[in-house]
């Protein structure tokens, strides 16, 4: 039976390092006046989560405390997030600001101004 249980965690493995590859799935919507990022993190804490813009790139990061190998059969939820989003607009490098960022229900909401030729605007 203990080389049943090592076959399922191996394969939990490896499915949260494929999870952690492609997660989280970002939703992106053009509003006027910006753009609002939806990306979906159950299981983080608000506080372990970073967000950084540079240019017309988001990254957004995260990790959580892994669970204890002892009791844990399958592991397929990702400990940790670094992901890349290329934002559709472009931006100048003193222009950088994210407007609001909530997180609620694992569930990410990023927006960031923009103004209507594509560069963001500037909020004090």
């Not at 592991?75 to 600001?97: F, S, T, V």
């Amino acid at each position: 039976m203990g080389l049943v249980k090592e076959v399922v965690r191996e394969i939990g493995n490896r499915s949260r390092e494929f999870y952690e590859f492609v997660l989280p799935p970002v939703d992106i919507h053009l509003e006027e006046g910006g753009v609002r990022v939806i990306i979906d993190m159950p299981g983080f804490a608000k506080e372990d989560i970073e967000l950084n813009l540079c240019g017309d790139v988001l990254t957004v990061r995260a990790q959580r405390e892994p669970a204890d190998p002892d009791t844990m059969v399958t592991n397929q939820r990702p400990g940790r997030i670094d992901k890349k989003i290329r934002l559709p607009m472009q931006g100048r490098p003193d222009e950088e600001k994210i407007e609001s960022a909530r997180y609620a229900d694992g569930v990410l909401t990023v927006t960031i101004p923009v103004a209507s030729d594509g560069t963001r605007i500037s909020i004090d």
